[in-house]
Each structure stands twice: as C-alpha cells, then as structure tokens.
C-alpha cells in the first residue's frame, strides 16, 4: 500500500514535469519570430576589440562598413568617407541617427575609443599600422596611418564599435551596441540569446528572438532529428542524413583543404626553435606541380565530402581578389610529362619513380582526429599512385606537426574574408616560422613586390589587381601553375540544416569556421 | 560517546593532512606532466584566433604570457597564485577559472549526485533480489542484463539512450541543462530535473551493475551461512532472514563500494556530459584539454583530486557511523 502510494507520487511528478515542457514546446511552434541556431564552436568573447566578429558582422554591435553578399563593401555606421591622396589619411563621416540600446548616440569619440582600445588588446584585429584616430566632431573620424593600407577597410568591416561610456572589463560577457540585435543573456557552453533591436536604424529585424546553441556536429544533428533546433551546422560527413522538416543548405566557401610542399632541399639545417628544414623530394618544383595536375578534386569532392565540396585552385577561391587564372585542369599525361622531363624514372619497376638514388616518396601529416583531412590525404595518396609517388598519411597533434611541417608535407585549411591571408602565406620575412603560415619556405622577391603593392594600395581595385598578380602574373606566381608551394584540394561547403519555412538570407561566401560565419547576415533572416 | 567524538575529529585532522600532501604531490604531477606535453599554449591560442597573427604580435603575446621562464619558477609562481585563492584565467571562456569551476561544479554535482543515488540504490535492490532468487529465472535474466550493461560502454549507452527516448519517442530534450531559449531565471526546478534525467540515468548505469552483482554474491553467501541456516530451523520465514540478516549484512560492503566509486563517476560524467550537451566540470574540462587551456585544465584535475578525496574521507567517517563494529574494535 505505501509503495503504490509512492509510486503513484512519482508518477505523478514525472508526468508534472513532462507537462511543462511540453507546453513550452507548442508556444515555441506557435510564435512563428524566433530561431534556434545550432553552432560548433562558442566566441570567447563578444568584444569586437578582442577579436569578437572578426571575418563576420559582429551582429550585436555595427560597424563603419561592412560587407555586403558579395564581399564588397558598403556603408553601415559611416554615411561617406575619403582617403587622401597619399593613401594615409581616412576621414569618416559618421549617420547620426544610430544609437546604442541603452539610448546614447553613436559618436565619433566611440569610433576613436573601439580603434584605440583594439590596437591596444594585441587580439585577433591588427592595427599596428595606425598612427592615430581623433574625433574631429561628434559624426566626424580622422584615421591616420604609418602606411597606405588597402585592408584597412577589411579590418573596419571586422570591428564593431563599442560604447565608450559603457565599456569596462565585463563588456565581452555582456555587451551593448548598435546592431541589429541585442544581447540578452549568455549561459556558458550552452546557448546565447539575442531578441532584436526594436530601434535600429535600418528597422528591426523580422526574427525577434535568437538562441544560438553550441553542439558538436552529433549532437547538432541529433537535435535537428529531434526537431529542437531550426537551423543547425553540420559537416559533409553528415549531410547525407535526411531530416524531415528540413532542407540541407550547402552554402559555398573559401574554407579550404590543401597542403604545404617544402620547397627547400634538405641540407641538416634547422630552424630556430630546432626543427629539420627541407625536402629532397617536394623541393624540386617538376614533383610539385605533377601532383597538382594528377589529383582529380571533383572526385575527392564527390567522394571524400558527398558531394559538399568544390575543387580548390587556390587559398581564396571565389573571393574579390583572387584570380581565376589560378584554376587547372587535371591532366595525368601531363603530370608524367613533367616527371619524365625532369629526369624521374621508375627504374626498378617498383612503381615510384626515381631520380639520382632518391625514390619520389615523402610523408603527408594531418591533425589526429580530422577525419576529413585524413580522408582527403588518403585519397590524394591513392590518385599519386598512378603517376609514381608515394605519399604516405599520418596522423599528428598540432604541436607535433609543429616540429615536422618545415620537411614534410602537410594537410591545412585556410579561407578568409580578408585578403591579408595571402599576404602571412606567401612573404618571404613570414617564411619557416612557427606560425603554419609559410612552413614550406617559399620566398620569392618578385611576389614580395605584388604582396606589398597589394598591401599598399590606394584604391580596392588596384589591390584586388595586385593580389591576383600573386597568385599569376602570366609568367610565375604563388598558384599551381607557378611554383606550387602548396596543392589546393577541395572547398568545403558549410553544410547546413535549415527548417522548412526559414530563410537564411543570401549567404555571402564563408570563411574558415565552424557556424560563426553563418548568421553574420541574421537581421535578413525571415519565416515565410 | 565523547571519546567517539574526539577520535572522529582526530581522524578528520590526519585525513586533512594526507589530503594536502596528497593534492599538492597532484598540483606537482600535472604541472609536470603539462609542461613535459608538447602542448604550445600560445600557438593554440593563436590557431584559436582563426586569423593572422605577426610574428611581432606573436613575441608580444610570449613575453605577455611569460612562457619564456623555467619551468620550476613557473611552478612557484603557478603555485603560490593557485594558494591565494587565484586559478588563473581560461584561455577559451576568456573568464577566471575559479569561477567557471564554481558554476559548472554545481551542474556536475546535481548530475553525479542522481546518478549516485540511482545506481545505489536500484543496484541494491536489484542486487538482493538476485541474491534472493539465486541461479533461479529472475536472477538468470537479471545478471544477463547486468553483463551487457557493464560490457557496453557508458558513451554507446548515452547514444543509445539519447537516440531512443531524444530522438524517436522525443519524450526527453536531447541536452543542455535548461531548456533552450528560455532566461536563466525563467528555468523551473522541473526543468531542470527534467533536463538531468537521461544523463544521470546514463551515468549511473555505468556503476550499476558493479553494485548489483557484488550484492548478489555477498547476500548468497549471507544466506548459506550457518547463522542462516540456524534462522531457518528455527522456523523464520525467507522475508524476515533476508530483512534480519540479509541486508544488514550486505549493506557495509555495499556501501565501500558505492563510496568508492567517486573517482569513476567523475570520468564517467566526463563522457555522459559530452553526449549530452550538459555543461559540466567534465564537458569543461574535455574542453580545456582539446583546445590546450592549460589553466583550466590544471584548476579541474586539481578540484577533482579535491572532490574525490572528499568523498573518500566522507566514507571513512561514515563507516564508524553507521558499522559499531569498526568503531568498537578501534577502540
């Protein structure tokens, strides 16, 4: 008898609780003005300043300029603005209409304040390069820079400005600004709330709540199967699984596999943290560029992702600035060609081709536990069979990978929204530093020339011109074609869980990252 | 009574003293351990920036970090900070780590705490039921199902578990610790509880069968015993032998066991806690090891070496508590 009573009590409880969640779910299906967003990594902070947005739109917080789909720029906080002639003064002038949420307006003094403050941080956003900023009125900002600086506007696109008289050390954890969205309330590894900014300047935006929700990429797609989240990221490796209620958004990217071929010959030296330097088989450019033009991508892309790729030619497909020169078909006649020109030889019929006692064989390293890199070095390694070079995959921790990448090859991903990229891959002062950019060594004074006319550029135009002489100036060049210092493979595409019913907005092409880059474009979002 | 007293806080003083020589050989090891892994701090926080870095800014964060000083300095230095109270910052949450252990300590300890108490006490039932139905039909079925479960490992039973009543019946939400979308004081007591069901019920199935089987061996040879066998010509019906002698006799050593089982279900809350999306010390600290936040990890291991010194020491006052027989026999 006192058991079935308890019993029943508990039966009862479960079935109270089981109630209440389920009454919240139905207001959730009914009020058709929020989404649920489901990402793989959590910000550390959402203070532009220290790196918060950086490559995206900071969302809570707005910007000078900002990006529009196509990765041109177009005015935000800024109604017009002027370089002069010498490239080193910017003058902004500032719309007087945007205010932050707590109801001050946006000034100039803001605009000086977020610039100083993020030079200062040593975070993610690089302003070494400016000399100073002054508010000369209250909508007016003069910039002053130690050097023209055609990214210069890249990097405004990346910081949101913060509120001078609202800034304090908790400002990453709970911030205010001007975009189109306000914070709400941040449960660590666990979800972010934002509700729209009912006086934003462009109009409120038509979803009125956002929770974006940190999952792994399982869990993410088990709580799409569940129906308990609207728009979820997800990986090529699961964008097969069908969920009803859901479409499958492949959104293009500059998100990019390839890898490094050190381009020094091994001669015992070292670098300075002490790690061997040089190749003696991927120093010679004939076994370079024979393995670019024997690897088939569409079929890595077809294979390897399902079809949630693109062949990559460079570190910046499909961006402004690259040029599509850069592109080369695969041709295995060609590839042997090249080996054969180069006097490599399969002389003892073992199936890899020799040259001067060196058999045409080197290792391929890939961070343990990226199962799509390892995938692709595994296919890559088997379409290298077929022209006599034997690359064999292994397995490391980035740190080990530290310690080999200067001799051997390895499998990276690159992909930015801001063109200072090529710039860190391809000088030659950034050459075999420990820093993943230029492991392979390359230096080349003629590109030196192309990066820092790139870097120096007055106008956007003539940067994008310069940056696309890196990659082939018709003669040599950082691509495939040139000297090949690295072997793109494929473009991932962010595949993404949209449900029926949401619009996501036309997606600008992302860069490297795990769902970030997926709501810079939310105040677009709408339910139809 | 009064000489009990004074003994059990005598015992407590050399358990406190074992317990901090004991975490700080731990605070010793792991920073060994740390500084002898090839792990880069600063490369990984640079990787973490998802930007490029020069390298002028580079040696700046170096010299900011003072990665550049022996490593013994480090340890003092590490050392006398982690005694004033300071743990550091986490390079992830961007946050001190103390606080971050506090808030997620709390999440763990209701998560760990459920699934304690769910798998001591169904473990204890089901341990005498099979003990009292030895090598009959229920024990037969039962101890079948115990083997499968102690052989399959707690994350395939998260994912089983998450993919049946998450996924299909829907009947449970598929993680986190609150519901989504809701503010933080808007989140019901319910809610919660109802957030922490399947992975206390996940965690605890780990640790479940342990308890269930030992009961069972130990009750069995509580009932072949002579006093047993004594009870019955005496004429006792089973239910009063098992209720006189049985239990009383089987819950001591159940009890070590479950009491010692502090350190296995912190790892176990560390796998249950990634399944499900439930933010814990054991998702925080899979976390700070993934992404090499030194400072985080070496806060958790050494609150961890806390927490299960704790229990241990729990257990051992409890056992003069609850067993007169220890306690007489010190004495």
Not at chain 1, 287 to 298: C, E, F
Not at chain 1, 360 to 379: H, L, N
């Amino acid at each position: 008898m006192k058991t079935n009573k308890i019993l029943r009590l508990l039966l009862l409880f479960i079935m109270g609780i089981y109630l209440v969640a389920c009454k919240q779910e139905e207001q959730a299906v009914q009020e058709k003005d929020s989404v649920v967003i489901a990402i793989g990594t959590e910000p550390e902070t959402l203070d532009p300043t220290q790196g918060w947005g950086h490559g995206n739109s900071p969302i809570v917080q707005s910007t000078l300029v900002r990006y529009n789909s196509d990765l041109t720029f177009e005015n935000d906080l800024a109604t017009s603005y002027e370089l002069s002639t010498d490239g080193l003064t910017w003058t902004f002038h500032l719309r007087e209409d945007a205010k932050f949420t707590d109801g001050k307006r946006v000034t100039a003094s803001d605009v000086v304040f977020t610039l100083e403050t993020a030079k200062k941080a040593q975070g993610a956003v690089d302003l070494t390069y400016m000399e100073s900023a002054v508010a000369k009125d209250d909508s007016t900002v003069i910039i002053t820079l130690s050097q023209p600086t055609s990214i210069f506007l890249n990097t405004l696109a990346s910081v949101g400005i913060v509120p001078k008289h609202a800034y304090s050390e908790e400002y990453g954890r709970n911030p205010i600004g001007s975009g189109p969205y306000k914070f709400v309330e941040w449960k660590s590894q666990e979800q972010i709330m934002f509700t729209a900014n009912e006086d934003y300047y462009e109009g409120e935006p038509a979803i009125k709540n956002v929770t974006v929700v940190f999952m792994s990429e399982d869990a993410a797609l088990a709580a799409v199967l569940a129906g308990e989240v609207d728009v979820a990221y997800s990986s090529a490796t699961l964008g097969n699984t069908k969920a009803e209620g859901y479409r499958v958004e492949r959104i293009a990217s500059a998100d990019n596999r390839g890898f490094t071929l050190p381009m020094l010959p091994e001669e015992g030296k070292t670098t300075e943290s002490g790690a061997p330097i040089g190749n003696n088989v991927t120093c010679h450019r004939e076994i370079r560029q024979a393995i670019a033009y024997a690897i088939d991508r569409q079929l890595i892309a077809d294979t390897v992702l399902n079809g949630f790729g693109r062949p990559a030619y460079s570190e910046n497909d499909g961006m402004p600035w690259n040029n599509p020169e850069v592109k080369i078909e695969t041709d295995l006649e060609y590839a042997k060609k090249l080996l054969l020109d180069g006097g490599w030889l399969d002389s003892d019929q073992d199936g890899i081709v020799e040259k001067d006692g060196i058999t045409a064989e080197f290792k391929c390293v890939y961070p343990a536990g990226d199962s799509v890199r390892q995938a692709i070095g595994m296919a890559v390694s088997e379409q290298l069979k077929k022209i006599g070079i034997k690359l064999t995959i292994e397995g490391m921790s980035w740190d080990e990978i530290m310690k080999v990448m200067f001799s051997e090859a390895v499998l990276m991903g690159w992909g930015s929204a801001i063109p200072n990229e090529t710039y860190y891959l391809y000088r030659s002062e950034g050459a075999l530093l420990d820093d993943f950019y230029n492991p392979e060594g390359y230096q080349n004074l003629k590109t030196d020339k192309y990066l820092r006319a790139a870097m120096e550029a007055l106008t956007v135009e003539e940067a994008n011109e310069n940056w696309k002489k890196v990659q082939w100036d018709n003669n040599t060049g950082t691509s495939m074609k040139g000297e090949c210092p690295w072997v793109w493979v494929v473009n991932l595409d962010h595949v993404t869980y949209v449900r029926d019913g949401l619009s996501i907005g036309e997606q600008p092409i992302h860069g490297h990252g795990h769902g970030l880059p997926l709501i810079q474009n939310l105040k677009d979002w709408k339910w139809q | 009574m009064k000489m009990t007293g004074r003994k059990l806080i005598d015992i407590f003083i050399r358990n406190s003293i074992k317990m901090l020589s004991l975490l700080l050989a731990v605070s010793f090891l792991s920073f060994l351990l740390v500084s002898l892994s090839p792990i880069d701090p600063v490369g990984q926080y640079i990787l973490g920036l998802q930007t490029a870095v020069s390298p002028e800014q580079r040696a700046e964060i170096e010299e900011y970090w003072g990665v550049n000083e022996p490593p013994v300095e480090r340890y003092f230095h590490w050392l006398t900070e982690v005694l004033q109270g300071e743990l550091g910052e986490s390079v992830i949450y961007r946050r001190p780590v103390a606080e971050i252990i506090g808030e997620r300590f709390i999440n763990s300890l209701a998560l760990m705490l459920c699934a304690w108490l769910i798998s001591g006490i169904f473990g204890f039932i089901l341990g005498i039921v099979m003990g009292r139905y030895y090598d009959r039909w229920p024990d037969k079925i039962l101890k079948k199902i115990c083997y499968i479960l102690s052989s399959m490992p707690t994350f395939w039973i998260g994912l089983l578990l998450l993919l049946i009543f998450g996924v299909w019946l829907k009947w449970f939400p598929i993680g986190f610790s609150s519901p989504i979308g809701v503010l933080s004081r808007d989140v019901s007591l319910g809610e919660k509880i109802y957030h922490l069901i399947l992975p206390a019920f996940t965690l605890s199935l780990m640790s479940f069968s342990g308890i269930a089987l030992h009961t069972r061996e130990k009750l069995w040879d509580v009932m072949n015993s002579d006093y047993v066998l004594f009870a019955r010509t005496r004429g006792e019906d089973e239910w009063t032998i098992l209720k006189r002698h049985g239990i009383r006799n089987v819950i001591l050593p159940a009890l070590t066991l479950q009491f010692s089982s502090f350190a296995e279900l912190f790892g176990g809350s560390v796998i249950a806690e990634n399944v499900f999306s439930y933010p814990g010390l054991g998702s925080a600290v899979s976390a700070a090891g993934l992404q090499s936040d030194l400072s985080l990890l070496l806060g958790i291991t050494l609150f961890s070496a806390l927490f299960v010194c704790t229990g241990n020491m729990i257990a051992n006052l409890l056992y003069r508590i609850v067993d007169p027989g220890i306690r007489e026999v010190k004495e």
